[in-house]
């Protein structure tokens, strides 16, 4: 597993090849027994690697959906240590697509960047994506995932200076995250036109696999994108509807809604 998996459950092997999908839930929303079930019926969809979102008090690139999971998990008692036994948890109930841990700096660093590594490493987790920690910023954090071969994927937005782009391509492991426009996460129905220049910048640098995010809820925004995507990640959409599906119906409901989006599993390990 590790950066290696994500690497090559994301990486389109041809132009013809479907968009992968990668599904954002927040961990404990609206409450960990809902993770549990949600995550194995994403897969069975052909989710092609799962972002598990840690709570945060203040998660300044998240909208209203994502702010209103993270304020619920955290009114339950979810833990960044919480968040790792889940990952663990899901691993033990079979679940074989990867898996990164999706927080913001200051849980982490204040968990142990060493400790944290390991104990994500031992259950599972195959890297992070921290929204907060610049690249040139992230040397330490970098150099202890990659002790245990663990991804940190760095994100880009529209306004990144080229300067950045070659540095978070030269350092990136697993994918790239290409955020698709200017502001906060959250559905929208306008087409996504800051991410055409964007994955093209980045495209021309790198042959790492680059995942487009923010905004994303419909499959005509997928078709859209332009062939040099390998894949989107789904967050806002997907918790808004697992907030809205009674829960004898939300495995049924997002499995739909995932298969709606074109996903495939990829090739990576399990699949």
């Known amino acids: 597993m590790g950066w290696q998996a994500l690497e090559k459950s994301l990486k389109r092997l041809e132009a013809g090849d ?32 799962l972002e598990l979102g840690v709570p945060f008090s203040d998660p300044l690139a998240e909208g209203p959906t994502i702010q209103r999971s993270s304020e619920g998990a955290l009114a339950q008692g979810v833990t960044l240590s ?36 390991d104990d994500a490493a031992s259950v599972g987790v ?34 990144s200076t080229d300067d950045r782009i070659d540095a978070a391509c030269a350092s990136a492991h697993g994918f790239i995250y290409c955020v698709s426009l200017l502001g906060v996460t959250g559905a929208r129905d306008q087409p996504l036109p800051e991410a055409a220049s964007l994955i093209s910048r980045v495209r021309s640098r790198t042959d790492t696999p680059l995942a487009v995010g923010f905004g994303i809820s419909r499959k005509a925004q997928v078709d859209a994108l332009p062939d040099e995507v390998d894949a989107v990640v789904v967050g806002s959409a997907l918790v808004d509807l697992v907030a809205s599906s009674a829960s004898e119906d939300r495995e049924a409901r997002v499995h739909e809604f995932l298969t709606g989006l074109g996903a495939t599993s990829g090739q990576g390990p399990g699949q």
């Open 18 to 49: 479907p968009t992968r999908v990668v599904p954002f839930l927040t961990v404990g929303f609206p409450d960990i027994d809902a993770t549990m079930s949600v995550v194995p019926a994403l897969e069975r969809a052909g989710a092609a690697a």
């Open 126 to 159: 195959d890297g992070f994506i921290v929204p907060d920690l610049p690249v040139e910023e992230h040397e330490p954090f970098l150099e202890a995932c990659l002790r245990r071969e663990l991804g940190l994927v760095p994100l880009l937005a529209p306004t």
């Open 82 to 117: 919480s968040c790792i036994e889940t990952a663990g948890a899901l691993r033990e109930k079979g679940v074989a697509m990867p898996m990164v841990l999706m927080g913001y700096y200051n849980p982490f660093l204040a968990y142990g960047l060493d400790r944290l590594v």
